[in-house]
């Protein structure tokens, strides 16, 4: 049984960079696992952020960036915004058509 | 547009039945796989399960003994059935259109809250 594991939080500095980080219980995150990027609001549905690893979704700004570090999906914000400060979910292709959620990341920019 | 429907409280042991709509594109866009996934409250996302057009099914091994995804391709619509509910299947249910190539959720519908409680 596999666990896709993220940060369970993190701060950031208004202007500062963060990465988040999206691994496995067991074995490396590559692109082969198709990750993408979740922010999620309370009250509201999450919005992709990211997909296949690195490319913006569509109005998604530029200081939001996808990447592999090590054996890691990774989301970068550079730049951070007081409204940034949201939930943050990646989500893995593990084949044979299963997706798996991470637990999330909840990101404070303060 | 996707648009959940359902009751909105379920008793345990009883099954949890929830549509969801799609306006502004059809079910038999071969592009997606229509999908639920939920979120108890104050937790985080987990994901249930997916079906194409063609009724091809993909579930969550820790939900599959209890879940049936089915598709209406006439209304535009598809279903989840969640057999046997308890406390901890209270959750916002989410549908939600798969990107079949790009395999990230593209489309989610705005959520509702299904609570299982007598």
């Known amino acids: 049984h596999t666990v896709v594991t993220q940060e369970p939080s993190l701060s950031v500095s208004p202007g500062g960079t963060v990465t988040l980080t999206c691994g496995l219980s067991s074995g490396s995150v590559s692109t082969t696992s198709y990750p993408s990027w979740y922010q999620q609001t309370p009250g509201q549905a999450p919005r992709t952020l990211i997909y296949t690893t690195n490319t913006r979704s569509s109005g998604v700004p530029d200081r939001f960036s996808g990447s592999i570090l090590g054996n890691k999906a990774a989301l970068t914000i550079t730049g951070a915004q007081a409204d940034d400060e949201s939930d943050y979910y990646c989500?893995?292709?593990?084949?044979?058509?299963?997706?798996?959620f991470g637990g999330g990341t909840k990101l404070t920019v303060l | 547009q996707l648009q959940e429907s359902g009751p909105g409280l379920v008793r345990p042991s009883e099954t949890l039945s929830l549509t969801c709509t799609v306006s502004g594109g059809s079910l038999l866009s071969g592009s997606f796989y229509w999908g639920w996934i939920r979120q108890p409250p104050g937790k985080g996302l987990e994901w249930i399960g997916n079906i194409f057009f063609t009724g091809s099914t993909y579930y969550n091994p820790s939900l599959e003994s209890r879940v049936t995804i089915s598709v209406d391709t006439s209304r535009n619509q598809f279903s989840l059935k969640l057999r046997s509910v308890t406390a901890a299947d209270t959750a916002v249910y989410y549908c939600?259109?798969?990107?079949?190539?790009?395999?990230?959720?593209?489309?989610w519908g705005q959520g509702t809250l299904v609570t299982a409680s007598s």
């Open positions: 989500v893995l292709y593990m084949g044979s058509g299963i997706s798996v």
């Open positions: 939600a259109g798969l990107d079949g190539s790009r395999l990230n959720f593209d489309y």
